[in-house]
């Protein structure tokens, strides 16, 4: 961290910032300036310490982080690429993993006949909502029971892993018998009471990126995750809240090589969720593939205009077929496969 | 809702919307113009409808939400404003009602020396955390359930109310014993599993904003506390995300007679967490007043320079009991007192 | 436009509405709805007229519009895609094309080396500024009229089409003469006075983005060039201002699906400003072409590491080569090429 | 700054640092951490040097700003507050200044009107647009030559001095003939061409923060007039650009503060292009004041509902009489007098 001083900090101040980074087992490097006196602190675990501990003494200007606030999901913790591993289809390495299917589970054929077109066209995962967060009260939320069970079948019966949304922190367990992959949604990235429990569970998790949180924050909630032993964590880019509204959300296409650079953890985009209208879909998603995204959460409805929740950003099954088809064009030529 | 079609669109997709929004029992009324078909959609209930199950259908180009998706919130529903009352104090009457303390629950002497001066300096609530949700699962998480019990001694002790903040769903019960009020935090806002669950409390609710959420989904959440018969909402603003980072979050000022035109609720604002550092606090704290904020909710420690949480946005006791001279200054200036 | 009287307006604020509408020649159908009335005013040119004329009457709730702001940019005043022809090199078409250089032009061995290395790549195109708006008086401002100058020279020796900045109005013809694309930066996408010049001239104008002006600003902006009767203008993403700062801006990667809805102009992405760092260039510049992009604007110079402006974001010749063979294949997986 | 390398970096690498720091005439202070070098470069000039001459170094994995790239704005250059005075009123003192009146000229009788309500109500300084800068070239653009004649005529027959908006370089000397105070517009705040001109005009000069742009490059843009040797630069905030859209933009008025602290130029606000909606413009002025502005711009229109421009945000002169009425209370109330 690098404390930086009020002009005509007084030689007390200065002594009082160097004896608290003492006090914390810190190393200290003075730097007077001929304005300004300046002071490195020093040490392999500053990154998790608060800048408040020393912005609130007396002559403080202001603290600036230099080493990242997470730790476990940083690259330099672990350098190599993780892999997260589900019924042996791997994400993170050269092949681009799909999932796709409906917002909410609605009904056994809606289900039923989503597995079948999302496993026709070679995705490799199938999605759908029991539990199903709204804005409001008056509207659908999932059917939450049923729904799990509308999974726990469709899943036997056409052999295809399921991911599904987790909301409340008690229900890990009961969620985790009838889904491969628990996902974490936008607006409970930073639940740390879910975070902490599905970090205790032995199934992979999608940590979907909070609209409004930065990548920095991001992978800090990730930690939460790793710290408490599950090490198969799956980042999610879905879209953040800018001023812009021409789409429901701005993809943040540049996420996708920051993450690369400071994690080892899989990075996968959900089109869908962002772009808010199924004409927007298809070109975000080839951008994600080109742009290095190690696979695609894509909403795909058999009949979008009977849809419960969504059905405005959900593909049809014929155009999301024809989509397939273009992503792995697009995949081919960025090195990879599908 | 407004349903604009497409340039060229056939009477057979004009014909879609008409027959779906009178198969959900709406009225309708086409609009031919020369250019451009336009359907008005008209119904009470509108707002509450997902404009999607338009959007989606062939033909159409945009859909306009004209009524507002919250309902229970809003002043159209609840013409007068709406008092909350807590061991006699009335919040959204003429009296400003301040809220003050640690942001954390550190120790019983920390506590009771944030009492006296809270009390002494004329504030009305003592504010408290005993879970403390930390961007990162290496920072001090808080005392939990022996917060709670310092909360509870505090407060018996002092014969003040008391607010603190809730995170899980399951602990609300628990929570209420020993708080008066119960705070839902910005990170919570869309956490529908915790604001059912508050719902159904009998204790007063501070609903903080998210970060990133619009005025319209913070009244759209408070809906959902609302709906489950809890009917003593008190919404808080404490700062919005933007691009600009001299303050940690950004005050959004207009809020406050925005929220005063749209919803019957009270408003109070958090000038702490807005500011993030203690000298931009009082500026806030006087203009939030000047606005017609109803309460403040202010961070003051005994001692911020040994706070374990938030040190650098707490006031110390000498500097809370000037503004707290200041602000009453303000407050009659417009018409009220504290 | 669709007017939205309060809840209990009168009949005389009703009539008033009424009456505006048809002083300004417009169609109104009155939508008397059980709680609300709603007007529908028609016509051809309301997407040009303030939403204040009627706002600010009695009785007057809120003011939606339902035409866009924008006219001869839009792709329902021209359906069919606009080609820019510099030189016989298309935008607009099947083929990509790419725009490379330094972003300052500093000397004429730099400036000349550029253009090489550009050529032999196989980008169409020279970028080079002459004039730098700078954030600070005390950067280097660019060579001015030194810098007209090389460009002139460079173009001649390598044949090569060049494309600068211009930042006053009164600039516009004597860099017209040195330049075959003028290009209008973000800072000045509403300079209207330099918008207004520009679209008297015969130079194809590539207008770049505010980096906080929404699609639809951008589009009303171009508006302005085009109703000076220069049909020539290439639309240029550069990223917009959020709250990430992991790269300088967040590339708008919907905007170009986007665009291409509404509008009949090109659209190109300047990759570099948008990421601010050269390590996260290629990703992004594969992105646009494989989200739909026709040309892209990319930062090379000869040596980064002594570059006066912008050297972080530069590419070096030899990354440069190697982004545009794989640009080639995303192009070609895309059914384009370059 | 503080340039940290990346774990790993060889010594070569590090030389490469120190090399070009002392090239540059700068100190260099070395911090060989266990596991990263970090590289502290000192001197009095590095906040006016761009970050990108250390960060495009090979081994370099950031580079942090640690002073501000502003100069002659800040209070470290000079201490004392800065005060602007236009015919006898000072501007940055104990008195907050009042300028109000209509956004645009409209005709004699309107802006004489608006003089006699403004000067009534005690207000001390006419507002008046000759040129507007519209964002569609079919909006009215304002009377140009007219328009300064009239502000001329009615600034002598009142004896109020005039604010106007100046939008091209080349008509500065001429707009200052008729007004007392140049207005640089939002949309301009980083037109440095503009900003160089009126830096040479002795007229003092009103800075409107660009509405996407953060407080350090505001002032690091009033560093353009000052370097010009006009040293009274009165700067205005007038509401950010966020994702609410409760009101036009966000009035940040944590910017009052953040100002005071890091300037010592006077700051007023313009609550009436931020509200966008006359029905918010007395909280944010009442807001303004409290939080320590030094003066309010405010639009004013004799006849709202007949202004050519922004007439929704224009108080009617009964409005600002009983606004100035409340802002006096306010101004007391927090030491200070209208």
Chains 1, 2, 3, 4 share one sequence.
């Not at 949604?185 to 930065?214: D, E, W, Y």
């Amino acid at each position: 961290m690098i404390v930086e001083m009020r002009r005509g900090a007084i030689q007390e101040e200065i002594d009082g910032v160097v004896q608290r980074a003492k006090s914390l087992g810190l190393d200290v490097q003075l730097n007077l300036g001929t304005e300004k006196t300046v002071i490195a602190i020093l040490g392999s675990n500053t990154g998790q310490l608060p800048i408040d501990i020393f912005a609130v003494l007396p002559g403080v200007e202001s603290v600036t982080r230099i080493m990242k606030p997470y730790k476990l999901a940083s690259r330099e913790f672990k350098p190599a690429d993780s892999l997260v591993s589900i019924d042996g289809i791997e994400i993170g390495g050269k092949r681009i993993i799909i999932m796709a299917g409906p917002c909410a589970v609605e009904t056994k054929e809606q289900l039923a006949e989503a597995a079948r077109v999302v496993k026709e066209s070679g995705a490799s995962i199938l999605r759908g909502g029991a539990f199903k967060p709204r804005t409001s009260p008056f509207s659908f939320q999932g059917l939450e029971k049923a729904g799990r069970e509308l999974l726990a079948q469709v899943r036997k019966q056409y052999g295809i892993p399921v991911v599904t949304e987790v909301v409340d922190p008690h229900d890990v367990d009961l969620v985790a018998e009838s889904a491969d992959i628990l996902q974490v949604g936008s607006r409970n990235m930073q639940n740390f009471a879910l975070l902490t429990t599905v970090g205790k569970s032995r199934r992979p998790v999608i940590l979907k990126r909070g609209f409004s949180c930065t990548v920095t924050e991001w992978l800090t909630a990730a930690d939460y995750v790793l710290a408490g032993g599950n090490d198969q964590v799956i980042l999610c880019e879905r879209g953040i809240r800018t001023f812009e509204d021409s789409a429901r959300f701005s993809l943040d296409v540049s996420s996708i090589p920051v993450i690369k650079n400071f994690s080892h953890l899989p990075i996968i985009v959900d089109p869908s969720h962002a772009a808010g209208h199924y004409s927007l879909v298809p070109a975000l998603a080839k951008a994600a593939v080109a742009a290095g995204a190690d696979g695609l959460l894509i909403e795909v409805h058999p009949n979008p205009k009977e849809a419960l929740v969504d059905g405005l950003q959900s593909l049809t099954p014929s155009d999301f077929s024809t989509l397939m088809k273009e992503l792995r064009a697009v995949a081919k030529s960025v090195g990879r496969y599908i």
